[in-house]
Structures are given as C-alpha cells and as structure tokens.
Nanobody
C-alpha cells in the first residue's frame, strides 16, 4: 500500500522559514517522483516542487529560489525547505508520488497546513 506521511507545517511570520517532510514506503520512495503541491482556499492545487530518483528537480513558477526540495534516501524522506515565506504561501501542502516531474501522480498524503502571517 502506497503511503505518504507529511509533517512540519505550522504558523510562521512573513520572512520566516519552515521545513516540510514527506516520508514514504521504501518501494514508493525508490520508484517514484516525489513532489509537493499546495492548495489555498478557493484556488486550484498547484505544483510547488518535485524531485526524481536521480535528484533532478522542478519548481513551480511562484516559488523560484525561495524553496528547495531534497531527498534523503536513507530515511525515505523528501524535504521542502521554505525560506522567505510570504502570506500568499499560505495553503495546505500535499505530498504526491508519481512518475513525472511536471504532473502529479495518483497518490497523495493527507496534507499539512502552512500559515504565514503578515
């Protein structure tokens, strides 16, 4: 059973930082692209960042250099380091497992809330 477990969300002031973690089963982690997506109230879910098994990454247009995605193969975990957070980064962040850096796959985590206050 594919399982993705997110953690690390919370409340932070604008300009602050958070690190999200997504831990997957070993098989899922080693066979899939793992990505972060986010969805704010009333808006469509959007790609934040993805990483494949060769450490190739892709970022959404709205995060550019503020966010960094990485993976720890020993821990079956993908991290999303978020710096210089803005109120518009407020959303529920979801971990996803798929086969493509540019499109989400069918498997989602439960989501973790990130709230950035101004």
């Amino acid at each position: 059973q594919v399982q993705l477990v997110e953690s690390g969300g919370g409340l932070v002031q604008a300009g602050g930082s958070l690190r999200l973690s997504c831990t997957a089963s070993r098989d899922t982690f080693m066979r899939n692209v793992i990505g972060w997506y986010r969805q704010a109230p009333g808006k469509q879910r959007e790609l934040v960042a993805t990483i494949n098994t060769d450490d190739r990454t892709h970022y959404g247009d709205r995060v550019n250099s503020r966010f960094t995605i990485s993976r720890d193969n020993a821990k079956n975990t993908v991290y999303l380091q978020m710096n210089s957070l803005k109120p518009e980064d407020t959303a529920t962040y979801y971990c996803n497992a798929g086969l493509n850096l540019y499109y989400s796959g069918p498997t989602w985590g439960q989501g973790t809330q990130v709230t950035v206050s101004s």
